[in-house]
């Protein structure tokens, strides 16, 4: 919206041709929404010939006289009320009186101008009218936008929880059905199964509460030292089992504590999720390497596997909600397809941002670049033994 259109309604040529002259080259700049407006003016020298004019190509403002021959502009704008438009009139009267403003008002007008006015006063009103129809438009195209994203969030959604629920469907049907015989041993892998994908959905309804906390803003933050090393550890005995499972090792290659000021959940988030993906998305017998390296009020996190891997295109994909790479290597692996947004979300909150750097079945290298200050007031820990684990 860079140009609004104004019609002039004045029984008297003079006062419409002063009009145009004060605007034809005005300008109003709204700073909220970045936008520098201009306007193309046209007249109309009666009631009838505006309401011909509005009903043609309605304006965005108008300027309308309340005295003039045959209709008034008190009944232009009774009339135009029918219309249900969004012009914003202003009334110029040469009889300015509380009684007319307010009947003005009641009936549809914006503001009110007093004959004689100067070009300021006439450039001031329109300043006005012009602010409020450019923030009532951002506020509505961005109402429109938040109901496409809700509409694409709970589409996707839909979309997540079927399949899981389909499947745990289909499988208690197997149990209902007998169809696997009577003996009950015979069920357990379907009931591991459907654990499984049961697990899968608990994992992404906690996700999207995580990320609507963090991106609403209502999630409690308390910044204290928090010891990254120690966190990583523990994000590492999470994973434990699994990685066990699989025969993949964990290296962490940062032995001394790494202490920064920040929510020490908002960290947990972030090994988590990477930790997890690393074992996720690696191959039996693989490796995940953890390090963790500060400079000044810099740190980076980095954690690498020797996975499956990704193309240059899958990785641009990466960081987006609901966005799960799907291949022939990825075809049965479960997750939410938050987990790395979240952790792209958490890193903006430190002036940070999370990148990958993958090749094909080679595998990935995640990085969390945090600005935050360091501290020394954590107590240096010992290095804990992590089963299959080394430093």
Do not use: C, W
């Not at 914003?88 to 007093?114: P, Q």
Request: no cysteine; aromatic share 4%; glycine share 6%.
């Amino acid at each position: 919206m860079d140009r609004l259109r104004i019609l002039v309604v004045d029984d008297e040529p003079g006062m419409r041709r002063g009009a145009e002259r004060t605007l034809r080259n005005y300008s109003v700049h709204v700073p909220s929404v970045d936008q520098t407006i201009r306007f193309d003016i046209e007249q109309a020298e009666s009631g009838e010939a505006a309401l011909e004019s509005i009903a043609h190509h309605a304006p965005d403002i108008l300027l309308l006289d309340h005295k003039m021959p045959g209709i008034s502009g008190l009944e232009v704008l009774k009339r135009m009320a029918a219309m249900k438009l969004d012009t914003l009139t202003i009334m110029i009267t040469a009889y300015a009186s509380i009684e007319a403003a307010v009947t003005a008002t009641k009936k549809g007008a914006y503001d009110f101008l007093a004959k004689p006015f100067t070009p300021d006063e006439l450039r001031n009103a329109v300043r006005k009218a012009t602010v409020r129809i450019a923030l009532a438009r951002e506020a509505k195209k961005l109402a429109e936008e938040r109901r496409q994203v809700r509409f694409q969030f709970i589409r996707v959604l839909g979309h997540e929880l079927k399949a899981p629920l389909a499947a745990v469907d289909g499988m208690l049907q197997l149990m209902q059905t007998r169809s696997l015989g009577d003996d009950l041993d015979g069920y357990a892998h379907v009931l591991q199964r459907s654990r499984d994908r049961l697990g899968g959905m608990f994992k992404l309804i906690a996700d999207l509460l995580d990320m609507t906390r963090i991106e609403s803003g209502q999630k409690d933050r308390v910044l204290a030292p928090v010891d990254l090393v120690e966190v990583a550890r523990s994000a590492i005995e999470l994973q434990q089992a699994e990685a066990d499972r699989r025969q993949i090792t964990f290296h962490l290659q940062t032995v001394d504590p790494q202490p920064i000021v920040a929510d020490r959940s908002e960290m947990e988030m972030i090994l988590n999720n990477l930790v997890s993906n690393a074992v996720k998305y690696n191959r039996d017998a693989g490796r995940v390497d953890i390090s963790i390296d500060r400079e000044g009020d810099h740190t980076q996190i980095e954690v690498a596997d020797t996975g499956i891997g990704l193309t240059s295109e899958e990785a641009e994909r990466l960081f987006g909600e609901f966005v799960r790479i799907k291949n022939d290597n990825t075809r049965n692996i479960h997750g939410s397809g938050l987990g790395l947004s979240i952790v792209q979300k958490i890193a903006e909150l430190y002036d940070g941002e999370a990148s990958v750097v993958s090749t094909p079945e080679t595998g990935s290298t995640f990085r969390v670049t945090l600005t935050v200050p360091e501290t020394n007031d954590l107590p240096v820990a010992a290095p804990a033994t992590l089963g299959n684990a080394s430093t």
